[in-house]
């Protein structure tokens, strides 16, 4: 498939510290050749990553979300193969090749006066990469997880499933944004609002907006939208675990009726290294029951976690998190 990089054992051996009478989640990680063969093997899940930063710098933001693919995969390499891990579940299938894209942003001059309309041109052909491996994947009867990236990426996660799936999908998106900005061009602040305006995207749920950051027009536009609803973080903030887990199930039950798709953007999350980092926000471990709960549900397509900004100091931390979210989607529940 075009740009894309398919992984084997070679790909990745040098990132899996062995540790003699331990078998680390790497050495049992599936690998396959070519697409084709995702559907001779019984494992559930394909892994996806999207090593790419340009939709949020075509967005205004801060840019570091193309290094969040290679924490997290040295981290889950390294996770223990144990009972709980069911690490054969998971195939390993590589990267959608951004290298060419971030080379051109590079290329670009800042003093450009079309320098933003240049990045969300080089956003639409990452889009179109995404849509296609995607849609392959679901069109096999795969789940893929996705670590982004931008949340740009949504637009391809969502046309690419819709397009397998023939239908509309649903999407529940656990974020402090909404995405559904102004169809300029393509950013990671608006691959909601392309996928709803072309007919890709169902019912859609944003839990956990944050209202300082949503502009007034996008409040009165979903106000006024039979399909899109969001919760405000402000109105969950002051209740307890157990109320915002309930919240969570309400809106996860109204979506999980037909076909859909989990986006998570990790600004969600309080302290989170991201793109939007914000020093308010859900806890970690609360996301991973409302991660590990969607994925528990039968018509989840795909599962797409972005906007994580790792730096020098914090990649270790951001591996483990993200690697987490993976094991703990995959994970049998023993
Ligand atoms: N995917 C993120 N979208 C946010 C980014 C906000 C920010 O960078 O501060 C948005 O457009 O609102």
């Known amino acids: 498939m075009e740009n894309f990089k398919i992984y084997n054992s070679r790909t990745v051996e040098k990132l899996i510290i062995t540790r003699e009478g ?9 690998f396959v050749e070519g697409f084709e063969q995702l559907k001779n093997i019984p494992a559930k899940y394909v892994l996806v990553g999207i090593p790419e930063d340009i939709g949020v710098r075509a967005n205004r933001g801060k840019e570091g979300t193309a290094k969040a693919w290679h924490v997290a995969l040295k981290s889950l390499l390294n996770v223990q193969s144990n009972r709980y891990s069911n690490a054969e579940d998971l195939i390993l299938l590589g990267e959608i090749e951004c290298r060419e894209y971030l080379a051109k942003a590079e290329n670009l001059g800042h003093e450009d006066p079309h320098y933003f309309e240049k990045m969300g041109d080089l956003v639409s052909q990452i889009d179109s990469a995404v849509t296609r491996v995607i849609e392959k994947i679901v069109s096999l009867g795969k789940i893929p997880i996705i670590i982004g990236g931008g949340h740009n990426n949504a637009y391809g996660n969502i046309k690419g499933s819709s397009q397998a799936l023939k239908k509309p999908i649903n999407i529940l998106n656990i974020d402090a944004h909404t995405d559904l900005r102004r169809l300029e061009h393509r950013h990671s602040g608006n691959g909601f609002s392309y996928a709803r305006k072309e007919g890709f995207l169902g019912k859609y749920r944003v839990f956990g907006v944050h209202q300082n950051y949503t502009p007034a027009y996008i409040f009165e536009q979903m106000d006024a939208a039979q399909n899109d609803q969001y919760r405000l973080f402000e109105h969950l903030v002051r209740k307890s675990s157990q109320q915002i887990l309930t919240a969570f199930r309400e809106e996860l039950d109204t979506i999980s009726q037909e076909e ?75």
Do not use: W
């Open 22 to 30: 331990e078998t680390k989640f790497g050495e049992k990680i599936k």
């Open 260 to 334: 859909f798709g989990l986006e998570l953007d990790v600004d969600a999350i309080r302290d989170f290294p991201s793109s939007a980092q914000t020093p308010s926000g859900f806890s970690f471990n609360m996301v991973r029951n409302f991660v590990a709960l969607a994925s528990e549900e039968e018509n989840i397509k795909y599962i797409h976690i972005c906007e994580a900004a790792p730096t020098a100091n914090t990649e270790a931390s951001v591996g483990k998190a993200l690697s987490y979210f993976i094991t703990d989607i995959i994970s049998t529940g023993i």
